[in-house]
């Protein structure tokens, strides 16, 4: 794969913003990222964009289509661009995460994403430790959404905009028909349920601990991100590390 050369980028650019308009209507919009729009792009870089529109199709066949479409206005290849159809709300859920990371595309991401997941857990537990009921609860809450939001990037699917656990789990099972997570859904689900009521409040460094112990929602924020963990890794075909212990 040649990518774009480097001193066509910015007309590459423009070409798709002016496509994406002919295919999707005056306000789509083009908005580059990964190694390019950081400034790291090499000889060989493809080019990542996200084209956002509020009338991106929902289904993902459906997207590939507009995206061929938009390459072949533009005059570029797939082996060129890498091209990702979102909808507003979509950005705004998960495409600025694509802009403000470290990584380079979305399998990075996705990566990343479960690694502060796995981090949040490791913090969650020394907090627990300490006597820090607050802080570990906001943080075994964090471990879970990250990791669960990274599954349904995984999978193609742009996170609800919600904090709330069982949602979220409820969402990654429609989506993959895994039944591992219908089984952490419903095993979890007061524990669930209690998680994202004290994320709200821990936010403003309390938590009443009215219904479950801090140390029982620690140890099931535990077992849920090692499920959805391996969960991520089949998704990805076994190429991420299986959950390990420790920071």
Known sequence: MEG???EDRKDAVKELERAARRVLGRRAKV???????KGR??????????????????????RAEVAHRILREAGLSEEDVDLLIMSPEEFESWGRLLLGS??????????EL????RRFLAAAEEFKERGWDDLATLHAHQAIEL?????????GESPPRTHYLGKLLGRLHEVT?????????E????ELRELSHAWFEARYGRYPGEDIEVGDLVEAARHVVRVVRNVLEDLLGGSTPRFREGP
């Open 114 to 117: 479960s690694e502060r997941g």
């Open 102 to 111: 470290e990584s380079d595309d979305t399998r990075s991401l996705v990566e």
């Open 4 to 6: 774009v050369h480097l």
């Open 177 to 185: 028909g895994d039944e591992r997570v219908r089984a952490l859904a």
């Open 41 to 62: 792009a090499v000889p060989g870089s493809d080019l990542d964009v996200m084209v956002i529109s509020e009338d991106a199709p929902s289904s993902i066949r459906e």
């Open 31 to 37: 908005v580059p990222f990964g190694s390019v729009a």
């Open 187 to 190: 095993r979890y689900r007061w």
């Open 147 to 155: 990791t669960v939001k990274a599954a349904l990037i995984a999978s």
